[in-house]
């Protein structure tokens, strides 16, 4: 079954600071993995995906099928990067898209 | 030049009574979907459709009726509506259901039932 972990439900830091967003995956196959991004009220959209290996917004994420995580990373936070994260997986062929519990990120001037 | 869009954006009503949400996309996409997004912000797929036909039904109570009266449209009506029915309700589509589809999302339909 397919199943995806984000430990943290908030994580707070300060504008300029290093952000890391937690995603943990169980897949017995070979995963696609998604991380989208909803703003305050706004509606969900892609951020990026690992088969692209892109930087957005200056958001990476690097798929780990050693340790089965694909975490989100930015080097220096902004006050607009303060959204809510949600990691996702889909498996091989005709799969459906799981979602992770969500991070809510929290970026304080 | 919205892709998805949802109608209404906000709907109240009453329990018991039977509503309907609407879905349309205008990217040519062949699969569309509903998701569930409940108080905690937890977001679960409850179906898909993929050429007008069914191809996602995840354990949602009956009283959730999706209907596609063509590959633009899908519509989510729900019958005698409960008070654990309050949620956002997002639509999205994607090109189809292989690698690589990206799913792009509608505003969402806040649904409280009072």
């Known amino acids: 079954a397919q199943r995806v972990t984000q430990p943290e439900k908030l994580l707070s830091v300060f504008k300029g600071a290093p952000v890391e967003l937690k995603c943990n995956y169980s897949?017995?196959?070979?995963?696609?993995l998604f991380w989208y991004v909803q703003y305050s009220r706004q509606r969900l959209q892609l951020l990026l995906r690992?088969?692209s290996r892109e930087s957005i917004k200056g958001f990476t994420a690097d798929l780990n099928k050693g340790e089965t995580s694909f975490h989100l990373k930015k080097p220096f936070a902004q006050e607009e990067d303060s959204a809510m994260y949600y990691c996702?997986?889909?498996?091989?062929?005709?799969?459906?898209?799981?979602f992770g519990t969500g991070t809510r990120l929290l970026v304080s001037p | 030049d919205t892709a998805v869009s949802q109608t209404p954006k906000y709907l109240v009503t009453q329990m018991g009574n039977d509503k309907s949400i609407k879905c349309e996309q205008n990217?040519?996409?062949?699969?569309m979907y509903w998701y569930k997004q409940d108080s905690k912000k937890f977001l679960k797929i409850m179906f898909s459709y993929n050429n007008k036909e069914l191809i996602i039904n995840e354990t949602v109570p009956n009283r959730f009726s999706p209907k596609s009266p063509d590959k633009a449209h899908l519509n989510l009506h729900i019958n005698s509506l409960e008070l654990g029915d309050s949620a956002v309700y997002f639509c999205?589509?994607?090109?189809?259901?292989?690698?690589?589809?990206?799913?792009?999302f509608g505003p969402g339909t806040r649904l409280t039932v009072l």
């Open positions: 999205a589509s994607s090109q189809g259901v292989l690698r690589g589809d990206t799913q792009y």
């Open positions: 690992h088969i």
């Open positions: 996702a997986l889909k498996g091989t062929g005709f799969q459906k898209l799981v």
């Open positions: 897949y017995s196959g070979s995963p696609e």
């Open positions: 990217l040519g996409h062949d699969t």
